[in-house]
C-alpha cells in the first residue's frame, strides 16, 4: 500500500466520478471527498463499484454528500432518489465498507483493531502510536447487531463480518449469548 499519498482522493472521485457531484475544473472541491486516511482507499473504491453495479439496472439518481471517519469507521452518506431494490444495495455496499474499515488500518490499509486513547483509531501495530487495543469480549468480533422494527415489535438479527470475503455472514444471536 505504498504510494498512496497525495491526489488519492481526487483519482478515487475521478475514477467514480458518477457518484460524485463536482465540478470537472475542481475536483477537490466536490462533495463527499473522503475525510479519512489513505488506508480506507481500497474499501471505499470496493464500496463504489458496488454501488455503480446497483445503479446500473435502476433509473435513479445518487451521489455522496459525505465520507468521513468517525468513532474509528468509516461513515458515508448519500442523497438521491433510488428504487427501493437499489437502495437496499447501496445501504449494504456502505454497511459491509463500515464493518470492514472497522477492522482495516485507516494509515496503510493492512489488518487493523479498534484502539483507545484520546480518541478511538482504527490501526495496524505499526501504526499504532503505543495505543492499546481494546479486547472484545471474545467470539463477539466483527458481530454487527441489526435492528429491526416489524409492526411495532423489535427484534434484532445478528450477522458477522466476514474479512476475508468481505460479505456478511448471518449468525444466530442466541449463540452468541446476546440477549435481544
Ligand atoms: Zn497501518
Request: proline content about 3%.
Amino acid at each position: 500500500m505504498s504510494g498512496v499519498v497525495g491526489n488519492w482522493r481526487v483519482e478515487l472521485i475521478e475514477a467514480h466520478r458518477n457518484l460524485f457531484q463536482s465540478s470537472a475544473d475542481f475536483p477537490r472541491a466536490a462533495e463527499g471527498l473522503p475525510e479519512c486516511g489513505a488506508g480506507w482507499r481500497d474499501l471505499i473504491d470496493r464500496c463504489c463499484v458496488r454501488i455503480r453495479e446497483a445503479l446500473e439496472t435502476d433509473g435513479g439518481t445518487f451521489r455522496f454528500t459525505q465520507i468521513k471517519e468517525k468513532y474509528a469507521s468509516i461513515r458515508m452518506y448519500w442523497a438521491g432518489r433510488l428504487s427501493p431494490e437499489a437502495s437496499a444495495r447501496v445501504e449494504k455496499a456502505i454497511d459491509l465498507a463500515e464493518a470492514r474499515s472497522a477492522v482495516t488500518c485507516e494509515v496503510c490499509g493492512e489488518e487493523g483493531r479498534l484502539r483507545g486513547g484520546a480518541w478511538l483509531t482504527t490501526r495496524c501495530e505499526a501504526h499504532s502510536e503505543g495505543r492499546p487495543p481494546i479486547e472484545h469480549r471474545s467470539g463477539l468480533e466483527n458481530i454487527h447487531l441489526v435492528r429491526h422494527f416489524v409492526d411495532g415489535r423489535r427484534f434484532a438479527t445478528c450477522r458477522r463480518y466476514d474479512h476475508q470475503n468481505d460479505v456478511f455472514v448471518d449468525v444466530d444471536p442466541a449463540s452468541l449469548g446476546i440477549e435481544e
